[in-house]
Each structure stands twice: as structure tokens, then as C-alpha cells.
């Protein structure tokens, strides 16, 4: 029974985590000000293609954090969706323990009383062999004072399960907390990357205006 409690600790231990957080976001989109690149490369269209293929260079960059974002974004929603396989799996495990004990306690309390009762019955007997009695009176106490023992490990181990369960119903909650936390990075992820596609098109069409300026000058 020790055995079976020593398991069932380390296993909760196991799946326990004191914190569950996500990653936040800390990228920054590229930024520019098309209006005052304009002002300041009015006379100077190749200036201005130049500054416009670096912001390009950047958001390519851009690019590769949005990838990073994702698949970061995938792995917390597997590791999400792992955890509470297990925790389920646990709790599944941990009522049938405690369920176990719950049977054990019962079938050992009652043998208990019953031994109570054949003690006083036995000893109500006068007319018994003096010695069939001693004998027989020693050896139902005897085997009462183990199934006490055996009682409070029973009782012990109610105690542990139901603890446990709540160990468990607790990293439940906190992964409920984890699975919204994660929804919301998802919502600002794909603002992010609306974001993105809106600003490469948009210095796509830039560039492609300021090659043909820059073609216009040199005529």
C-alpha cells in the first residue's frame, strides 16, 4: 500500500508545474514613414529606391520572426494539448485509486468489527477450555492490532488521493489559463502578420514606382 502512495505522489509531482506561462510577443513590425522619405529624397529618385529596398531587406527579417512566431505558437498549443492528455489520465488514475482505498478501508473496518464482536462473544463463553479461549482471544487480537494498522494506511492514502486530485484539478485550471493566454498571442500573432502582408505589398509597389522614376531620370 506504501508503495502504491509513493507511486501515485511521484507521479503527481511529475506532472505538477508551479508555473505555465506563454512567450510573449516582443517583435516590432519594421517601420517607415513613406511621406517623409518622399521629402527627403524629392530630387533623388535612386535615393529613394535604395531606402526602399533596405525597408524591404528588413521586412524580409519581419518575415522570419512571423515564421518563428508560428511555429512557437504550434509547439505551445501541442504542449498544451500533451499536458492535459496526462493530466486527465492521472485524475482517471487517481479516482480508481482512491476509489481502491475507499473498498480497502470498508472491507477492513468491517472485518474489524466483526473480529470486535467474535472477542466479545468468545469472551462470554464460561464453560470453554480456559486455554482454547486465552489462545484464541490473543490470536483475534493479534490480527486486529494488524488490520488497525492496515486501517490507517487505508486512511492515509484517502487523504493523499483526494489531495492529489486537487493537485491535479489545479494544473487543470492553470492550463485552461495557459489555453487562453496562448489564444490571445494567436489573435495578436495574426494581427501581426495582416500587418506584414499590408506592408510588403505596399513597399512592393513603392520600389516598382521608384525603379521606373529612377528610368524616368536617366532618359
Known sequence: MKKVMLFAAAMVA?????????????????E?????????????????????????????????????????????????????????????????????????????????????????????????????????INSIMDHKDLIEKDIDVASSQINGFSKQESTIANNLANLTNFDAAVASKEVEYKNLEAKHKANVAEIKAQIKAAKEAVKAAKK
Open 14 to 30: 511529475a506532472i505538477s508545474l508551479s508555473a505555465q506561462s506563454v512567450t510573449p510577443i516582443s517583435m516590432k513590425l519594421t
Open 32 to 136: 517607415y514613414k513613406l511621406d517623409s522619405l518622399r521629402v527627403e529624397h524629392a530630387n533623388h529618385p535612386d535615393a529613394l529606391l535604395a531606402a526602399l529596398l533596405q525597408i524591404e531587406v528588413a521586412q524580409k527579417q519581419d518575415a522570419d520572426e512571423l515564421k518563428n512566431l508560428q511555429k512557437q505558437l504550434k509547439d505551445e498549443k501541442a504542449f498544451s494539448k500533451e499536458r492535459a492528455s496526462l493530466l486527465k489520465e492521472s485524475d482517471k488514475a487517481m479516482k480508481s485509486l482512491q476509489k481502491n482505498a475507499q473498498n480497502s478501508h470498508k472491507t477492513l473496518t468491517s472485518l474489524r468489527n466483526r473480529m470486535e464482536k467474535s472477542y466479545r462473544t468468545i469472551q462470554k463463553q464460561s464453560m470453554l477450555d480456559a486455554e482454547l479461549k486465552e489462545t484464541t
